[in-house]
């Protein structure tokens, strides 16, 4: 980036010279000298120390031996030197600091002579050895002629001084007192006094000049960086409930890309993800910028300043010391610090988290157990795992959403009663809320909490059995995944134990996609049974099935329609354009994003049950969960983490080995019932459905 110059600062315009007066013009009387004037002379940022005192030797001498401009030479080679020579006009707002001295010295010289036409008496030839000096540069003063904009426009001129010093101070006020939670915005969060503001500025009003350019450059970079974090910890609050981690989360970021290129289309994507880089690369530099206006705003007015910042730093201690607050938090603010701090730890602690995890998962009950005593009492079944997304406690607890879902789950669990299943639901408690599904079946799958990418990166990489791949391992089941939201490459697919995993590729889809979700649940199971479950003469399976429907943004929603018709998918695109919400007006209204919500999990929960209640058997054994709660547009401040799980099955068998868990009748868990830790449902399953009791299981 290059750099950008600084507009003039706010203050009086002064005149530029006039250097292209007439020769024979008398030069004007100098005006005594302003207090604004005065102001005006403050030394630059940048001027040297001899400058400041007394205006040096080289000043001095330029007063009393002024440079003429090259014009003039020849003139006074023709004519005898004078015996006074004329002082030349005093130099206004030269920007060195010493108008006020070449003033005085102008009132005492005497009045100039004019200068002597050159062509008309030509005298003697100069001496050839006195060759003339090189065009003196020219100041400030000069390049701002009266042709300039400024000059012609002084008001205007000061306006614009004005309006970019202002800028510059809401920038840097609000890098300091902007929350990192974007549920937190409103506007009596930026009328608190910020702490780090008032010390930064009493440094760069003390520092020399060298040590401030520095100190500009340091603060602006500094403060780029705390307002990237933040809008980083913006997006993480609104979609995982939780800050961004500055050592294990910038994958996700390209997980936020994906998201906007299915939901928005490519084209979209790329722009806003070229937008934003840009915007992360310019906010460091405008930062900078405006760190320096302040400063050398502070430096020409150091009365002022100090002053101001004596006012402020007093009003700071008082309202600390009377906890004054405006919305809810404190006046006096140290918020910026305080998030540096928090930042610093939670790297150390994210540089830590790969040892830790490494000795948490070195510890396995089941590691070593004989294949052929895995999973013993569930041998013959069809096992169905299923993750319905973004399922989530608040659907049921919620009173808006809780009482139409609740009636759903009622009618569903009598269906199945009526197709001779029973059925028992509990709560899990998730490592992720709002996003990250795969960290919710990683760690329902391998007993191990997987709070975030680079666990699963580990987990991926390690020998640790998760419960697909011990259903493998036996040799009893074939294995399957069906996971409609993989449109790429998934090598992890073979870790966790899977025979053949269908794709959104594999599974024939062809109709619309609906936002995210690349298919209707209704499909996705009816391409399940077609392509698995319903063969003949097929071994026992386990399926692990991923629902789709419910995913953000929850617009359009497919609807339920006659297994008939469904076919190919071919009739959702009739269906989407005649049924179909936009999600862009959905969106809108909070209000109507919880409803489309619910919804979404009434016709996932739907989509299932009447596909088991159809196709299911005496043998067949489902297990049902929730992968995390959605994000906080549905869920509001401060959710829990807590999913429902069920497991419903035909055999009593089954939920007698579970009797004991405490879990509730029906697929609805009740407020009383206890809540695991999704980590532990794995020893749990496999020392109910196995021969013997492991040891070393930690209670959930």
């Known amino acids: 980036m290059s750099h950008i110059r600084s507009p003039q600062l706010p203050g009086p315009t002064p005149a530029p010279d006039d250097d292209k007066a007439p020769e024979d013009a008398a030069p004007p009387k100098p005006e ?24 040096g030797p080289g000043l001095k001498a330029e007063a009393e031996n002024p440079e003429k401009p090259q014009s003039d030479l020849k003139a006074d080679a023709d004519e005898p030197e004078p015996s006074a020579a004329p002082e030349p006009e005093p130099e206004h707002g030269n920007g060195n600091g010493n108008g006020n001295e070449t003033e005085l010295k102008a009132k005492s010289a005497p009045e100039p002579e004019p200068t002597p036409d050159v062509s008309a008496e030509p005298g003697p030839a100069p001496d050839a050895s006195a060759e003339p000096g090189p065009e003196p540069d020219p100041g400030p003063e000069r390049i701002a002629s009266p042709s300039g904009w400024r000059a012609r426009h002084p008001r ?100 936020a890309q994906s998201f906007m290129k299915d939901s928005l289309g490519g084209a979209v994507a790329q722009a806003a993800t070229v937008g934003l880089i840009a915007l992360a690369l310019a906010l460091p530099v405008l930062m900078t910028l405006a760190v320096l206006r302040i400063s050398r705003l502070m430096v020409r007015n150091r ?66 157990v004989p ?28 009173p808006r959403m809780g009482e139409p879902l609740g009636e759903t789950l009622a009618r569903k669990t009598q269906e199945l009663k009526d197709a001779g299943y029973a059925s028992r639901s509990g709560w899990l408690r998730s490592p992720i809320t709002g996003a990250g599904s795969w960290l919710g079946h990683s760690t329902f799958l391998s007993g191990l909490w997987i709070k975030n990418q ?33 449109q790429m490459a998934w090598p992890e697919g073979k870790y966790f134990g899977l025979d053949h995993i269908y794709d959104s590729d594999q599974l024939g889809y062809k109709g619309p996609k609906f936002s995210w979700s690349t298919m209707p649940d209704q499909y996705t199971l009816k391409a399940f049974e077609e392509l698995e479950h319903g063969k003949e003469d097929r071994e026992p399976m386990m399926a692990e099935i991923i629902l789709t429907s419910s995913h953000n943004p929850w617009a359009p929603i497919p609807s339920t329609i006659p297994e008939d018709q469904v076919g190919d998918g071919s009739v959702y695109h009739s269906l989407q354009k005649a049924e179909g919400k936009d999600p862009t007006e959905v969106w809108k209204d909070p209000l109507a994003v919880r409803d489309e919500y619910r919804k979404s999990i009434q016709y996932s929960v739907t989509s299932l049950v009447d596909h088991v209640a159809k196709y299911g058997s005496k043998d067949t054994v489902l297990i049902f969960l929730g992968d995390h709660q959605p994000n906080k547009t549905v869920t509001g401040d401060n959710p829990s983490h807590d999913v429902p799980v069920s497991i419903v099955a035909q055999d009593p068998e089954v939920l007698e080995k579970i009797s004991d868990w405490g879990w509730t009748d029906g697929l609805q868990p009740a407020d009383t019932t206890p809540v695991w830790r999704m980590d532990k449902f794995r020893d749990r399953f496999m020392t109910a459905f196995g021969p013997q009791q492991p040891g070393g299981i930690p209670s959930p």
């Not at 005594?32 to 205006?55: I, M, R, Y």
């Not at 006012?311 to 305080?338: K, M, Q, R, Y």
Request: charged letters at 20%.
């Open 156 to 255: 205007a001129a000061r306006a614009v001084a004005w309006a970019v010093t202002g800028l510059a101070i809401v920038l840097v006020l609000f890098a300091l007192v902007v929350p990192n939670d974007i549920t937190e915005i409103d506007f009596g969060r930026f009328l608190r006094i910020p702490a780090e503001g008032i010390l930064v500025a009493g440094l760069l009003l003390v520092l020399p000049t060298m040590a401030r350019r520095v100190a500009v450059v340091v603060v602006g970079a500094v403060l780029g960086l705390l307002t990237i974090v933040k809008a980083l910890d913006m997006g993480s609050y609104w979609t995982l409930d939780r800050p961004f981690d500055l050592v294990l989360d910038w994958i996700l970021l390209d997980d």
């Open 303 to 368: 009365h002022t300043a100090s002053r101001t910042l004596l006012v402020l730093g007093t009003a700071w201690i008082t309202c600390s010391t009377l906890t004054l607050e405006i919305s809810d938090v404190p006046v006096a603010s140290h918020s910026a610090a305080t998030l540096v701090e928090n930042r610093i730890e939670s790297v150390g602690d994210g540089l830590k988290d790969g040892e830790a995890f490494r000795k948490q998962a070195a510890v396995d009950a089941f590691a070593d």
């Open 454 to 486: 680079s666990r699963y990166s580990q987990l991926v990489a390690s020998d640790r059995l998760t419960l697909t791949e011990a259903f493998r391992r036996t040799g009893a089941w074939r294995t399957v995944g069906i996971v409609p939201g993989t």
């Open 32 to 55: 005594a000298v302003t207090e604004t004037e005065a102001t005006a002379a403050e030394p630059e940022e940048g001027q040297s120390e001899e400058a400041q005192s007394e205006g």
């Open 371 to 398: 294949p052929d005593q895995l999973l013993t009492g569930l041998r013959g079944k069809d096992v169905l795992i299923t993750f319905i997304e973004s399922y989530g406690r608040s659907a049921i607890d919620d």
